[in-house]
């Protein structure tokens, strides 16, 4: 399955898809990113006059990269143009240590734990364009098709 493919087939669109790119992919991880829109609907009023971007936003970036595009990947064998994912997300444990400005790109790098009866729990984390650590965690959720 080509990386656009995966991209084509995720379950959201503007103003709420955050990946660009996937990066790498295998069976145990992905690699993907992301640089948020300067005129994104969230920095409005996210904070007033200092902008920064909300960190369920940013859990949702790990997601929808860590998560539901590597979930797609571990699927593509029962996937067609017919058979949509569904996902629910189950689960989701995050620190974080920097903010993601306005137009700021971002990496998100997560490995497999466990892919069992269509549940899947990820390592995830978030890099900032210099390699400095934003946020980690553990993100799960189901996948059907």
Do not use: W
């Amino acid at each position: 399955m080509k990386k656009e493919q995966i991209i084509s087939l995720l379950p959201y669109q503007d103003p709420f898809l955050f990946i660009d790119e996937i990066d790498a992919i295998s069976e145990t991880g992905i690699k993907g990113n992301y640089t948020f829109n300067e005129e994104a609907f969230f920095y409005e009023g996210h904070f007033k006059n200092n902008p920064i971007t909300p960190g369920v936003i940013l859990t949702e970036c790990m997601a929808q990269i860590g998560l539901v595009c590597l979930g797609i990947y571990l699927l593509k064998d029962e996937l067609n143009k017919t058979k949509q994912p569904q996902i629910a997300l189950t689960a989701s444990q995050m620190d974080f240590y920097l903010p993601v400005l306005p137009g700021e790109k971002v990496t998100v790098v997560s490995k497999k734990e466990v892919f069992r009866f269509n549940k899947l729990k990820c390592k995830v984390k978030m890099l900032n364009i210099d390699g400095e650590l934003i946020a980690r965690g553990t993100i799960s959720g189901m996948l059907k098709v």
